[in-house]
């Protein structure tokens, strides 16, 4: 048999896929402790578009683990710690520091080594302020429509309609308009250095940004496509940037 044969019946390594996790009460089975959770749909995404998942607890982190991944995904959760970005805690936000810095860093260093790095809601939060942004935490104090739209009841998810800017990463994916799940309070207000909005909703709240001059893919959306399993456009596009990573 020739080498080329063994080449031809060698499978292409499906992309090693971080997921950071929240880090609270869990149960299985008779027990419960705190446990490194992560919702199942992002895990079925990551799976579908074809990547290996791989969680990452927010404990002993270590943004070394970055250099046996091809990509990064941060999760959605609780709110960031205004704390981080020099403001007062409003009354309605629910942070958890400790998972602040595990994102923080690993967004950081992913965008450092130009790991491929998808953030999503919270992710996308993490992603601003960890560059130097800002982010409104009561979004119906600004819009007051936004409560029922974005966040309609606890466990229950809204639905956003959003424009896309034409030429973007996220409109060679999605088109130049599109529609997902979504669940939120807060928003982007001061944008960080590098960052680009290229999506809005109706009402300006920022749905997603991207950053043109980083060294890898970086996209950030405040909505939640891992609940649409009927559209996985995005994590389609992000695990074939993170196939680039296997090849290089």
Known sequence: MGSSDTEER???PRPRIGLTTYWQQGRWGVWEDTAAIVPG????????????????PPVGTDPAVL??????????????DPARYGHPTHSTT??????????????????????????????????????GGTLHQHLPDLVPEAGP???????????????VQPGSLAAGLLGETASSP????????????????????????V??????????????????????PHDIRLFEGFIEAARQEVAA
């Open 10 to 12: 060698t499978p292409t």
């Open 41 to 56: 749909n992002y895990v079925r995404r990551v799976v579908e578009a074809g990547g290996v998942p791989m969680l990452l």
């Open 67 to 80: 250099e046996v991944l091809d990509g990064l995904v941060v999760i959605g959760g609780t709110d960031v």
């Open 94 to 131: 629910v942070a958890q520091p400790d998972r602040d810095e595990h994102d923080a860093r690993l967004t950081l260093a992913a965008l450092e080594r130009g790991l491929p790095l998808f953030a999503i809601c919270r992710g996308l939060q993490v992603l601003n302020v960890a560059c």
């Open 149 to 163: 739209q974005y966040q309609p009841a606890p466990g229950q998810y809204g639905a956003v309609q959003f424009t």
């Open 182 to 205: 979504c669940y939120h309070h807060q928003s982007l207000d001061r944008l960080a250095p590098g960052l680009q909005v290229t999506g809005r909703a109706a009402d300006g709240t």
């Open 207 to 228: 749905e997603i940004v991207e950053m043109p001059e980083a060294p890898g893919w970086v996209l950030g959306v405040q909505f939640h496509p891992e609940e649409n």
